[in-house]
């Protein structure tokens, strides 16, 4: 059986010891990412950015997601043969909640990718935060329909020299608005305590 867990969380560690020292666009690391999930994994098996709806997703967290769609930055499908298409493009839900949902059923794994060096001004704890609560709603919204959640990461790779992230901030916001359980919070490098 596939640890797919181990799987991402080893291209995690790769991407980030091997991509922290450089400074780019956030695009630029989306891709580079994407290529560490591809020699896991396999190119048929990665995706970037599927496009969900969710104006009527009646999600706990969905006043938290700006915008009425969710862009994903990277994911796994369950097995190979990407077929993602534009949330348009895809038969609607019949319960009328997010538009599409049921290609939830076909990942493996969503996730999203905070860079420091990319904001200037050091990483937003709000922003930060979304990208939490719009991976809480997909899960959530998984659950509501009956279908395996995928497993859901947030990386942060916090590598602005001079504005180093501070995940107390961020504990301390998803502490006043919880997000889902099983939203997996991974950082490079990890936070040291004290």
């Not at 369950?78 to 049921?102: C, F, I, Q, S, W």
Request: aromatic share 8%; net charge negative; hydrophobic share 45%.
């Amino acid at each position: 059986m596939e640890d797919v867990a181990a799987k991402f969380e080893a291209a995690w560690e790769v991407f980030a010891r091997t991509c922290a020292n450089a400074v780019a666009p956030e695009a630029t690391f989306q891709a580079w990412f994407a290529h560490y999930l591809i020699s896991q994994f396999g190119i048929d098996r990665v995706a970037r950015e599927p496009i969900f709806k969710h104006l009527h997703a009646d999600s706990q967290w969905q006043a938290l997601v700006p915008g009425g769609e969710v862009k994903l930055d990277a994911v796994v499908m369950r097995k190979p043969g990407v077929n993602l298409p534009h949330y348009v493009h895809r038969a609607p839900d019949e319960d009328g909640g997010l538009t599409g949902m049921m290609s939830l059923a076909d990942l493996a794994v969503i996730s999203e990718l905070k860079v420091a060096a990319t904001a200037g001004q050091g990483l937003d704890h709000k922003q930060v935060a979304q990208d939490v609560y719009k991976l809480s709603m997909l899960l959530e919204q998984a659950e509501l329909r009956g279908i395996q959640p995928p497993l859901a990461y947030l990386g942060i790779l916090d590598n602005n020299a001079g504005r180093g992230y501070r995940r107390p901030g961020l504990d301390k916001r998803l502490e006043a608005i919880p997000h889902h359980p099983a939203v997996r919070i991974l950082m490079y490098p990890e936070p040291t305590s004290g």
